[in-house]
Protein backbone atom coordinates (compact mmCIF):
# COMPACT_ATOMS: atom_id res chain seq x y z
CA UNK A 1 0.00 0.00 0.00
CA UNK A 2 2.79 2.46 0.98
CA UNK A 3 4.49 1.65 -2.57
CA UNK A 4 0.84 2.32 -4.10
CA UNK A 5 0.99 6.01 -2.48
CA UNK A 6 5.00 6.82 -3.03
CA UNK A 7 4.51 5.90 -7.16
CA UNK A 8 1.47 8.61 -7.18
CA UNK A 9 3.86 11.30 -5.43
CA UNK A 10 6.39 10.18 -7.60
CA UNK A 11 4.07 10.55 -10.68
CA UNK A 12 3.10 14.30 -9.91
CA UNK A 13 6.34 15.10 -9.54
CA UNK A 14 7.38 14.14 -12.70
CA UNK A 15 4.01 16.06 -14.53
CA UNK A 16 5.26 18.95 -12.04
CA UNK A 17 8.86 18.75 -12.84
CA UNK A 18 9.16 16.17 -15.68
CA UNK A 19 11.25 12.53 -15.62
CA UNK A 20 14.63 14.63 -16.84
CA UNK A 21 14.59 16.73 -13.81
CA UNK A 22 13.55 14.45 -11.05
CA UNK A 23 16.13 11.85 -12.39
CA UNK A 24 18.94 13.98 -11.80
CA UNK A 25 17.70 14.95 -8.20
CA UNK A 26 17.47 11.23 -7.51
CA UNK A 27 20.83 11.06 -8.96
CA UNK A 28 22.49 13.44 -6.98
CA UNK A 29 20.74 12.25 -3.77
CA UNK A 30 21.72 8.42 -4.45
CA UNK A 31 25.36 9.41 -4.94
CA UNK A 32 24.72 8.17 -8.66
CA UNK A 33 25.02 9.49 -12.22
CA UNK A 34 21.63 9.77 -13.57
CA UNK A 35 22.73 7.24 -16.48
CA UNK A 36 23.20 4.50 -13.95
CA UNK A 37 20.12 5.57 -12.13
CA UNK A 38 18.17 5.23 -15.60
CA UNK A 39 19.78 1.57 -16.36
CA UNK A 40 18.73 0.20 -12.52
CA UNK A 41 14.90 1.82 -13.83
CA UNK A 42 14.89 0.37 -17.47
CA UNK A 43 16.69 -3.28 -15.70
CA UNK A 44 13.45 -2.70 -12.97
CA UNK A 45 10.98 -2.71 -16.00
CA UNK A 46 12.51 -5.33 -17.54
CA UNK A 47 12.19 -7.93 -14.78
CA UNK A 48 8.85 -7.05 -13.89
CA UNK A 49 7.86 -7.52 -17.54
CA UNK A 50 9.82 -11.08 -17.92
CA UNK A 51 7.55 -13.42 -16.72
CA UNK A 52 8.17 -17.09 -17.34
CA UNK A 53 5.39 -19.05 -19.01
CA UNK A 54 3.91 -22.14 -17.52
CA UNK A 55 5.82 -25.07 -18.75
CA UNK A 56 3.58 -27.69 -20.86
CA UNK A 57 2.05 -30.78 -19.28
CA UNK A 58 4.86 -32.74 -21.45
CA UNK A 59 7.82 -30.59 -20.64
CA UNK A 60 6.48 -31.12 -16.67
CA UNK A 61 6.33 -35.22 -17.87
CA UNK A 62 9.93 -34.92 -19.62
CA UNK A 63 11.43 -33.19 -16.46
CA UNK A 64 10.20 -36.08 -14.06
CA UNK A 65 11.38 -38.77 -16.44
CA UNK A 66 15.09 -37.63 -16.09
CA UNK A 67 14.62 -37.69 -12.24
CA UNK A 68 12.49 -41.21 -12.78
CA UNK A 69 13.60 -43.01 -16.01
CA UNK A 70 12.24 -46.03 -15.15
CA UNK A 71 8.53 -44.36 -15.24
CA UNK A 72 9.22 -42.60 -18.35
CA UNK A 73 6.87 -44.28 -20.56
CA UNK A 74 3.78 -44.85 -18.26
CA UNK A 75 4.30 -41.23 -17.12
CA UNK A 76 4.62 -39.95 -21.01
CA UNK A 77 0.78 -41.95 -21.67
CA UNK A 78 -0.56 -40.26 -18.96
CA UNK A 79 1.15 -36.83 -19.72
CA UNK A 80 -0.89 -37.82 -22.83
CA UNK A 81 -4.13 -38.56 -21.67
CA UNK A 82 -3.85 -35.51 -19.25
CA UNK A 83 -3.59 -33.45 -22.33
CA UNK A 84 -6.67 -35.06 -23.99
CA UNK A 85 -8.57 -34.79 -20.86
CA UNK A 86 -9.13 -38.84 -21.08
CA UNK A 87 -7.02 -38.87 -17.61
CA UNK A 88 -8.29 -36.95 -14.63
CA UNK A 89 -10.70 -34.76 -17.07
CA UNK A 90 -12.02 -32.21 -14.58
CA UNK A 91 -10.92 -30.37 -12.17
CA UNK A 92 -12.21 -31.72 -8.89
CA UNK A 93 -10.94 -35.25 -10.02
CA UNK A 94 -7.15 -33.91 -10.03
CA UNK A 95 -8.33 -32.20 -6.51
CA UNK A 96 -9.27 -35.80 -5.68
CA UNK A 97 -6.30 -37.23 -6.99
CA UNK A 98 -3.89 -34.97 -5.83
CA UNK A 99 -5.99 -35.44 -1.91
CA UNK A 100 -5.89 -39.28 -2.26
CA UNK A 101 -2.07 -39.42 -3.10
CA UNK A 102 -1.85 -36.82 -0.15
CA UNK A 103 0.07 -34.36 -2.17
CA UNK A 104 -0.01 -30.66 -0.42
CA UNK A 105 -1.75 -28.24 -3.05
CA UNK A 106 -2.58 -24.75 -2.60
CA UNK A 107 -5.73 -23.61 -4.34
CA UNK A 108 -5.77 -25.12 -7.88
CA UNK A 109 -7.36 -22.89 -10.14
CA UNK A 110 -6.92 -25.17 -13.55
CA UNK A 111 -6.21 -28.23 -14.82
CA UNK A 112 -3.04 -27.17 -16.43
CA UNK A 113 -2.00 -24.90 -13.07
CA UNK A 114 -2.09 -28.27 -11.22
CA UNK A 115 -0.12 -29.99 -14.03
CA UNK A 116 3.50 -29.65 -11.95
CA UNK A 117 1.35 -31.22 -8.70
CA UNK A 118 -0.07 -33.91 -10.81
CA UNK A 119 3.34 -35.38 -12.29
CA UNK A 120 5.13 -34.54 -8.99
CA UNK A 121 2.17 -37.09 -7.46
CA UNK A 122 2.92 -39.06 -10.02
CA UNK A 123 6.88 -39.46 -9.70
CA UNK A 124 6.54 -40.90 -6.71
CA UNK A 125 4.62 -43.69 -7.40
CA UNK A 126 6.30 -47.04 -8.55
CA UNK A 127 6.30 -47.99 -11.84
CA UNK A 128 3.27 -51.04 -11.45
CA UNK A 129 0.90 -48.18 -10.03
CA UNK A 130 1.55 -46.29 -13.12
CA UNK A 131 1.06 -49.16 -15.32
CA UNK A 132 -2.39 -49.73 -13.68
CA UNK A 133 -3.09 -46.49 -13.75
CA UNK A 134 -2.40 -46.18 -17.62
CA UNK A 135 -4.34 -49.59 -17.98
CA UNK A 136 -7.39 -48.60 -16.13
CA UNK A 137 -7.07 -45.40 -17.98
CA UNK A 138 -7.49 -47.35 -21.30
CA UNK A 139 -9.98 -49.47 -20.53
CA UNK A 140 -12.86 -47.48 -21.01
CA UNK A 141 -11.26 -45.12 -23.81
CA UNK A 142 -13.69 -42.70 -23.61
CA UNK A 143 -13.53 -39.35 -21.27
CA UNK A 144 -16.62 -38.40 -18.98
CA UNK A 145 -17.61 -35.57 -21.73
CA UNK A 146 -18.13 -38.16 -24.46
CA UNK A 147 -19.76 -40.68 -22.29
CA UNK A 148 -22.04 -37.83 -21.02
CA UNK A 149 -22.66 -37.19 -24.60
CA UNK A 150 -23.43 -40.48 -25.69
CA UNK A 151 -26.55 -40.86 -22.45
CA UNK A 152 -27.48 -37.43 -23.54
CA UNK A 153 -28.07 -38.84 -27.36
CA UNK A 154 -28.75 -42.10 -26.35
CA UNK A 155 -26.64 -43.84 -28.27
CA UNK A 156 -24.74 -47.02 -27.44
CA UNK A 157 -20.84 -47.39 -26.92
CA UNK A 158 -19.00 -47.97 -30.12
CA UNK A 159 -17.77 -51.68 -30.10
CA UNK A 160 -14.02 -52.38 -31.08
CA UNK A 161 -13.53 -52.95 -34.74
CA UNK A 162 -12.43 -56.55 -35.72
CA UNK A 163 -9.28 -56.44 -37.83
CA UNK A 164 -9.66 -59.38 -40.54
CA UNK A 165 -6.57 -60.84 -42.16
CA UNK A 166 -6.46 -60.21 -45.66
CA UNK A 167 -7.37 -64.04 -46.40
CA UNK A 168 -10.53 -63.75 -44.54
CA UNK A 169 -12.28 -61.17 -46.18
CA UNK A 170 -16.11 -62.01 -47.54
CA UNK A 171 -16.12 -62.69 -51.24
CA UNK A 172 -18.30 -61.02 -53.57
CA UNK A 173 -20.47 -63.56 -55.34
Same mark, same amino acid.
Not at 20 to 37: I, M, N, W, Y
Not at 130 to 154: C, P, V
Given at each position: ?????? &????????? $?????????????????????? %?????????????????????????? &???????????????????????????????????? $???????????????????????????????? $??????????????????????????? &??? %????????????
Amino acid at each position: MNDHFL &ELELRLLIV $RYNRKRVLHALARLGDQTPEQL %EELLRAAEEKRKAKRPEPSVMDIVAS &ESRVHPEIAEPLRLLGLAFQNRTFLPQLRDVRRFLD $RTSSTHGKLRSREAAAASVFCALGKLTRDELL $RLTAHNDASGESEFSMLAREIMRTPPK &EPR %EVREPSEEPSKS
